[in-house]
C-alpha cells in the first residue's frame, strides 16, 4: 500500500494480473497482465524522486499457466510520492 492509498495486489493464478484499488472505496483504479502470476508480495519504493511498485511474475502454483520468473516494476503518478 502507498501512503496515498494505493493498495496493489496479484495472487491471481489464473489470470496473471495485477491490479490497483482505491483504499478508501475498493474501487479498482488499474490493471495489467503480467507474463506469468504474481504471486509474490508487492514492494513500493523510491528512487529518484519517484515511488514504483514491484513484483515478481513467476508462475508456478497453476500447472496450466505459463511458467515465469520476471520482476517487473511500475513508476507511479508523480503526485502520489507528496501524498
Do not use: C
Not at 33 to 61: D, H, M, S
Amino acid at each position: 500500500m502507498t501512503s496515498g492509498g494505493l493498495f496493489f495486489i496479484g495472487a491471481t493464478n489464473y489470470d496473471a494480473k495485477f491490479h490497483a484499488f482505491d483504499k478508501s472505496n475498493g474501487k479498482l483504479l488499474w490493471e495489467t497482465t503480467l507474463p506469468a502470476a504474481g504471486n509474490a508480495t508487492p514492494a513500493v519504493y523510491e528512487a529518484g524522486g519517484r515511488q514504483f511498485v514491484a513484483i515478481a511474475a513467476g508462475g508456478g502454483k497453476n500447472p496450466k499457466a505459463q511458467p515465469g520468473g520476471s520482476y517487473i516494476a511500475f513508476v507511479l503518478p508523480e503526485d502520489e510520492i507528496s501524498k
